[in-house]
Structures are given as structure tokens and as C-alpha cells.
């Protein structure tokens, strides 16, 4: 999966090709895609990394400056959301496409719980209804109702890995 990534996004740019980090820097960590289903594992990481780029620390890259952060960040949402879409998948990429937007508005106003909302999504891609816990989230800066339904689909377990890997990479 990280090749792929790193391959196809040096292909893609020369400027991509020299933001990779060097091999042996590169941190193979799936953190959400444990808990979705395994035909948009690749898609899903791929979106994560570009938010990574745009907020944490990045797991195959480390760009430039913060114009090659935000080019590659937004390169990496749409690749990946074209590898979920390849799947005919419409809801998942809705899903994604909303997380995406909702994340962004919390962290472009300072709130937590994206990790919540990257583990709910992910365990409810494409087939759950997370309205109502995202609206908690945008409007109320209340996670609570993500993590619950993360919980019960995916596990303790696997959720408190993802989160304790988010919380290493983001903050």
C-alpha cells in the first residue's frame, strides 16, 4: 500500500517525487483503514496521508513548505477519493467527502475529535448514517456519539489503536 502511494504520487509530480521522506523514514502505519472495509483500505489511507500533509505529520512525506503542503495534501484527498470511487462505491465516497469537510471546519476553528469522526466513518463507510454524530461534532465540539458508533461496529480494540495512532500523528 505505501508504495503505491509514494509511487503513483512521484509519478503524478516531480514536486511530489522530491516531498517524499527518504525509505527508511517512512512510517508504514495503517491507522484508520484496520476498521473499513478492505477494498478501500488503500483509497482511505491515501485521503489520510493528505491530511496528515495538511495537519499532523505525514507518514511518506515531508514537503517543502507549507503551498507544496497544501498542493500535495489536496493531490492526495483527490487521488484518494478516485481509488474509492473506482469501486462504485458512491456513499463511501460521500462519506469521505464529508469527512473531509468536517474535519477540516474543526481543525480550521481549533475543536477536537477528528480522530472520532475518522474512526466512525471508516468503520461505517459507505453504510451507516453518521448525520446526527457529525452535527454533534460541528456543532456542539461533541465526539462522543462518532466514537460510540466506531465502537460498536469496529471494536474497542481496533479503535483505541486508531485513535492512539492518530494521537501520535496529529496531536
Given at each position: 500500500?505505501?508504495e503505491t502511494?509514494?509511487?503513483?504520487?512521484a509519478?503524478?509530480?516531480?514536486?511530489?517525487?522530491?516531498?517524499?521522506?527518504?525509505?527508511a523514514?517512512?512510517?508504514?502505519?495503517?491507522?484508520?483503514?484496520?476498521?473499513?472495509?478492505?477494498?478501500?483500505?488503500?483509497?482511505?489511507e491515501?485521503?489520510?496521508?493528505?491530511?496528515?500533509?495538511?495537519?499532523?505529520?505525514?507518514?511518506?512525506?515531508s514537503?517543502?513548505?507549507?503551498?507544496?503542503a497544501?498542493?500535495?495534501?489536496?493531490?492526495?484527498?483527490a487521488?484518494?477519493?478516485?481509488?474509492?470511487?473506482?469501486?462504485?462505491?458512491?456513499a463511501?465516497?460521500?462519506?469521505?467527502?464529508?469527512?473531509?469537510?468536517?474535519?477540516?471546519?474543526?481543525?480550521?476553528?481549533?475543536?477536537?475529535?477528528?480522530?472520532?469522526?475518522?474512526?466512525a466513518?471508516?468503520?461505517?463507510?459507505?453504510?451507516?448514517?453518521?448525520?446526527?454524530?457529525?452535527?454533534?461534532?460541528?456543532?456542539r465540539?461533541?465526539?462522543?456519539?462518532?466514537?460510540?458508533s466506531?465502537?460498536?461496529?469496529?471494536?474497542d480494540?481496533?479503535?483505541?489503536?486508531?485513535?492512539?495512532?492518530?494521537?501520535?500523528l496529529?496531536?
Open positions: 500500500m505505501w502511494i509514494a509511487a503513483e504520487a509519478a503524478q509530480s516531480q514536486l511530489w517525487a522530491e516531498s517524499l521522506l527518504p525509505e523514514e517512512r512510517l508504514r502505519e495503517p491507522v484508520f483503514s484496520p476498521l473499513a472495509p478492505a477494498g478501500h483500505a488503500l483509497g482511505l491515501t485521503i489520510y496521508e493528505g491530511y496528515l500533509v495538511h495537519y499532523g505529520n505525514a507518514r511518506l512525506f514537503p517543502a513548505d507549507s503551498e507544496t497544501l498542493l500535495l495534501g489536496d493531490y492526495l484527498y487521488h484518494g477519493l478516485v481509488r474509492v470511487a473506482a469501486t462504485g462505491d458512491v463511501a465516497v460521500a462519506d469521505l467527502s464529508e469527512l473531509i469537510s468536517l474535519c477540516s471546519q474543526a481543525r480550521a476553528e481549533g475543536r477536537n475529535g477528528d480522530g472520532s469522526a475518522w474512526a466513518t471508516a468503520a461505517l463507510l459507505g453504510a451507516g448514517d453518521l448525520s446526527l454524530a457529525r452535527d454533534a461534532l460541528r456543532l465540539s461533541d465526539s462522543s456519539l462518532l466514537e460510540a466506531a465502537r460498536s461496529t469496529a471494536g480494540a481496533p479503535v483505541d489503536r486508531a485513535l492512539a495512532a492518530h494521537a501520535r496529529v496531536g
